[in-house]
């Protein structure tokens, strides 16, 4: 069979930037995986897929002309259905064969072979293989119908009758297969070998493009166009900083932003622009923000980190003379850096706490009442979280804080940009004389917004932070809001996160049940005590990013199944469960504590928590209990300062005696005396041996 490379384009008008590179991928993969499914390509085959604002393609090398012939066995019917008595073929038979396109010359080569309880008859066949126009008309109609398309347009045809519903109106479909054109059909166009190229810069309208192998060049050289998604972005990302660097200054790191942009040029001139000096006045995040949002500016920074009066554009063109596209960017952003400064000095007329009746009239949530509501339930938690970590004077400034820190969002900055919440709310505390310790607060109570954001910076903070995404969490699972697969409109998930992440690496001296627990009657009779899944839920979270951070499922499993409520302890446990692991005596010692477990859980001997010595009659059991109470001396006070490693270090000594207990002693004895006595010494050994974790999880 003869392979060449094959090229598909798809030549459409602008698509979403936001989602150009999702749909490049998908179109390219869904095509080639299914030339492969049909045996038109090997699975050595190189796939490139491609995205640029006006088209979706996928270059694929080895394609062959005609997939391999296939000898497949069809099954028929039952022997005693298709032969009559004679041995020849019944009509059911004749027309089985004829709707696998074969006749009754066929009979005698069929074989025989049992399927379930009867015999049956087979065909053995040769199945010619697909012809790539074939196959590729296929993979194409189901790349389309596959595409994650955001929204669908519908739009009329040239003929004036017909619609079609795709992303974009299409205009132009490539397939080339070598350098000979694939007469596929989609979307109300025919295949063919003419594509264009950028609409201004392009050498020439229209582009025939030679071959599969030429397109990428004659679209680079020609059209003027980089199609290559990768590659744009890579340009992009060396000229910003290129200029940069040029001007002793640093871009912004915004992946997203570059992404976008890159969706959205075909030609990539990365230009310097200026603003006046006069907006730097304006908090740089207000600035910052709005360039990047409305405007896809890049803006740049001092080696400070401090927001400049220049920002680098990236245009779709490349003059000779690029002074009036920096003009005109320049004049376009200008009024955008004035509505936030108009934003910003009407905002600082009113105080923040001149602001706070005003949240009395929005709406938090239907079944939890106002901002203002909500305020207070975080004010109360915030004041019993500081009072906890730090007496009266925290406990003040926590929820003095706390009060505050709604306020911005009636304010017209947070309107205008409500990313700014908790920010802005953090400098118009500044302004209104607020110590620098409450406006940290205000602005961080919302941290961290992400998984690798940074935590509050102070402990004022933490505990509004706290308090904030604890109130969120016991309300919204208190009224039955809870996150449903991959739904999680309140992002409940994320502040679950943020709680496991504030009292670990804060190491707060806070147990995870107890706060829930407070947090519950703020809320009157308004929610159902939601404690016991909120529990689990938070655990899972801990659970997830434990597992992100390198450990193995045994390690986590056997700490988090005693659901330790200090959370501040779980690194420590994990760590000293590693080293326990490590030892030679691990996995003896985790298999015996899973015998231990199922002996106990299956015992009625009583309630006894130790061993009773004088009923000790076998020399193994004495053993045991001596080895016991050895351990427990040098174990018990390093559990109660924390010294989990070495906890479990001490543990591992009792392996010989445990295996030689477990060797010579009959637990269910047939005195209930002695029976429920060693109960009570395995109960004992097994509570020494989880004060860190099941043990027993870690059996392989």
Same mark, same amino acid.
């Given at each position: 069979?003869?392979?060449?490379?094959?090229?598909?384009?798809?030549?459409?008008?602008?698509?979403?930037?936001?989602?150009?590179?999702?749909?490049?991928?998908?179109?390219?993969?869904?095509?080639?995986?299914?030339?492969?499914?049909?045996? !038109?390509?090997?699975?050595?085959?190189? *796939?490139?897929?491609?995205?640029?604002?006006?088209?979706?393609?996928?270059?694929?090398?080895? =394609?062959?002309?005609?997939?391999?012939?296939?000898?497949?066995?069809?099954?028929?019917?039952?022997?005693?259905?298709? +032969?009559?008595?004679?041995?020849?073929?019944?009509?059911?038979?004749?027309?089985?064969?004829?709707?696998?396109?074969?006749?009754?010359?066929?009979?005698?080569?069929?074989?025989?072979?049992?399927?379930?309880?009867?015999?049956?008859?087979?065909?053995?066949?040769?199945?010619?293989?697909?012809?790539?126009?074939?196959?590729?008309?296929?993979? !194409?109609?189901?790349?389309?119908?596959?595409?994650?398309?955001?929204?669908?347009?519908?739009?009329? !045809?040239?003929?004036?009758?017909?619609?079609?519903?795709? *992303?974009?109106?299409?205009?132009?479909?490539?397939?080339?297969?070598?350098?000979?054109?694939?007469?596929?059909?989609?979307?109300?166009?025919?295949?063919?070998?003419?594509?264009?190229?950028?609409?201004?810069?392009?050498?020439?309208?229209?582009?025939?493009?030679?071959?599969?192998?030429?397109? *990428?060049?004659?679209?680079?050289?020609?059209?003027?166009?980089?199609?290559?998604?990768?590659?744009?972005?890579?340009?992009?990302?060396?000229?910003?900083?290129?200029?940069?660097?040029?001007?002793?200054?640093?871009?912004?790191?915004?992946?997203?932003?570059?992404?976008?942009?890159?969706?959205?040029?075909?030609?990539?001139?990365?230009?310097?622009?200026?603003?006046?000096?006069?907006?730097?006045?304006?908090?740089?995040?207000?600035?910052?923000?709005?360039?990047? +949002?409305?405007?896809?500016?890049?803006?740049?920074?001092?080696?400070?980190?401090?927001?400049?009066?220049?920002?680098?554009? =990236?245009?779709?063109?490349?003059?000779?003379?690029?002074?009036?596209?920096?003009?005109?960017?320049?004049?376009?952003?200008?009024?955008?850096?004035?509505?936030?400064?108009?934003?910003?000095?009407?905002?600082?007329?009113?105080?923040?706490?001149?602001?706070?009746?005003?949240?009395?009239?929005?709406?938090?949530?239907?079944?939890?009442?106002?901002?203002?509501?909500?305020?207070?339930?975080?004010?109360?938690?915030?004041?019993?979280?500081?009072?906890?970590?730090?007496?009266?004077?925290?406990?003040?400034?926590?929820?003095?804080?706390?009060?505050?820190?709604?306020?911005?969002?009636?304010?017209?900055?947070?309107?205008?940009?409500?990313?700014?919440?908790?920010?802005?709310?953090?400098?118009?505390?500044?302004?209104?004389?607020?110590?620098?310790?409450?406006?940290?607060?205000?602005?961080?109570?919302?941290?961290?917004?992400?998984?690798?954001?940074?935590?509050?910076?102070?402990?004022?903070?933490?505990?509004?932070?706290?308090?904030?995404?604890?109130?969120?969490?016991?309300?919204?699972?208190?009224?039955?809001?809870?996150?449903?697969?991959?739904?999680?409109?309140?992002?409940?998930?994320?502040?679950?996160?943020?709680?496991?992440?504030?009292?670990?690496?804060?190491?707060?001296?806070?147990? +995870?049940?107890?706060?829930?627990?407070?947090?519950?009657?703020?809320?009157?009779?308004?929610?159902?005590?939601?404690?016991?899944?909120? *529990?689990?839920?938070?655990?899972?979270?801990?659970?997830?990013?434990?597992?992100?951070?390198?450990?193995?499922?045994?390690?986590?499993?056997?700490?988090?199944?005693?659901?330790?409520?200090?959370?501040?302890?779980?690194?420590?446990?994990? #760590?000293?469960?590693?080293?326990?692991?490590?030892?030679?005596? #691990?996995?003896?010692?985790?298999?015996?504590?899973?015998?231990?477990?199922?002996?106990?859980?299956?015992?009625?001997?009583?309630?006894?928590?130790?061993?009773?010595?004088?009923?000790?009659?076998?020399?193994?059991?004495?053993?045991?209990?001596?080895?016991?109470?050895?351990?427990?001396?040098?174990?018990?006070?390093?559990?109660?300062?924390?010294?989990?490693?070495?906890?479990?270090?001490?543990?591992?000594?009792?392996?010989?005696?445990?295996?030689?207990?477990?060797?010579?002693?009959?637990?269910?004895?047939?005195?209930?005396?002695?029976?429920?006595?060693?109960?009570?010494?395995?109960?004992?050994?097994?509570?020494?041996?989880?004060?860190?974790?099941? !043990?027993?999880?870690?059996?392989?």
């Amino acid at each position: 069979m003869t392979a060449s490379s094959l090229l598909v384009e798809l030549f459409v008008e602008e698509l979403p930037p936001k989602s150009l590179k999702k749909l490049g991928e998908a179109f390219g993969s869904v095509l080639a995986d299914h030339l492969g499914s049909v045996g !038109l390509l090997p699975k050595d085959a190189t *796939v490139t897929t491609f995205a640029s604002p006006r088209r979706l393609a996928v270059h694929v090398t080895q =394609v062959a002309r005609k997939g391999a012939d296939k000898a497949v066995q069809v099954k028929l019917v039952p022997v005693a259905v298709g +032969l009559d008595g004679n041995g020849q073929p019944t009509p059911v038979l004749l027309k089985k064969l004829t709707a696998v396109g074969a006749d009754a010359s066929v009979v005698p080569q069929l074989k025989r072979a049992v399927d379930g309880k009867a015999e049956t008859l087979f065909l053995d066949k040769v199945e010619p293989g697909v012809a790539l126009a074939d196959g590729l008309q296929k993979a !194409l109609d189901e790349a389309l119908a596959k595409l994650p398309i955001p929204k669908v347009m519908t739009y009329q !045809l040239a003929d004036g009758w017909s619609n079609v519903k795709f *992303v974009r109106p299409a205009h132009r479909l490539v397939a080339l297969h070598g350098d000979t054109v694939v007469p596929v059909r989609g979307l109300g166009l025919v295949a063919g070998r003419t594509t264009h190229g950028h609409r201004f810069e392009a050498k020439q309208p229209q582009i025939e493009v030679r071959s599969a192998d030429s397109w *990428v060049q004659q679209l680079e050289q020609d059209g003027a166009v980089v199609p290559s998604f990768a590659a744009r972005r890579a340009a992009i990302e060396r000229q910003l900083q290129a200029k940069a660097t040029g001007l002793g200054l640093v871009p912004i790191d915004d992946p997203a932003l570059l992404d976008e942009v890159t969706a959205l040029v075909e030609r990539p001139n990365v230009l310097v622009c200026s603003f006046e000096q006069e907006f730097l006045q304006v908090p740089q995040e207000c600035l910052i923000l709005t360039m990047k +949002l409305n405007q896809k500016y890049f803006p740049l920074l001092d080696r400070a980190g401090r927001l400049t009066n220049r920002f680098l554009v =990236v245009s779709n063109i490349a003059p000779a003379d690029a002074s009036a596209v920096v003009g005109g960017n320049e004049r376009v952003v200008r009024p955008r850096l004035a509505d936030a400064k108009f934003f910003f000095d009407q905002d600082r007329k009113k105080t923040l706490a001149s602001r706070l009746p005003g949240l009395a009239k929005v709406v938090y949530h239907g079944k939890l009442g106002t901002q203002g509501e909500r305020v207070e339930r975080v004010q109360a938690l915030a004041r019993a979280i500081g009072a906890a970590l730090g007496g009266e004077s925290l406990a003040r400034d926590a929820a003095h804080a706390a009060g505050l820190a709604k306020a911005d969002l009636l304010t017209d900055m947070v309107g205008e940009f409500p990313e700014l919440q908790g920010i802005m709310g953090g400098y118009y505390a500044q302004n209104d004389g607020e110590p620098a310790a409450i406006a940290e607060a205000i602005e961080d109570h919302y941290k961290p917004r992400f998984a690798a954001d940074t935590l509050p910076r102070n402990p004022v903070g933490t505990c509004v932070a706290l308090a904030d995404k604890l109130e969120t969490l016991v309300g919204l699972f208190g009224i039955g809001q809870l996150p449903t697969g991959d739904k999680d409109p309140f992002a409940l998930r994320r502040h679950a996160l943020g709680v496991v992440r504030m009292l670990v690496d804060k190491q707060l001296p806070l147990a +995870l049940d107890q706060l829930i627990a407070a947090a519950v009657p703020v809320f009157g009779a308004l929610i159902q005590d939601p404690k016991a899944p909120l *529990v689990e839920f938070v655990f899972d979270r801990l659970a997830s990013s434990l597992k992100d951070q390198g450990y193995t499922p045994q390690e986590i499993d056997a700490v988090l199944s005693l659901r330790p409520q200090q959370l501040r302890e779980v690194p420590q446990r994990l #760590a000293a469960v590693r080293a326990f692991a490590a030892l030679p005596e #691990a996995q003896a010692l985790a298999a015996a504590n899973k015998r231990i477990g199922n002996i106990l859980k299956k015992s009625d001997g009583g309630g006894a928590t130790a061993a009773r010595p004088d009923l000790l009659v076998e020399t193994q059991e004495r053993d045991l209990h001596a080895a016991l109470l050895h351990t427990e001396a040098i174990a018990k006070p390093k559990f109660a300062v924390g010294d989990w490693q070495g906890a479990l270090v001490a543990c591992a000594a009792l392996r010989t005696p445990v295996d030689a207990f477990f060797d010579k002693v009959m637990v269910n004895a047939e005195d209930p005396k002695l029976r429920d006595n060693r109960i009570a010494l395995l109960r004992q050994l097994h509570a020494l041996m989880n004060g860190v974790a099941d !043990l027993a999880r870690l059996a392989t």
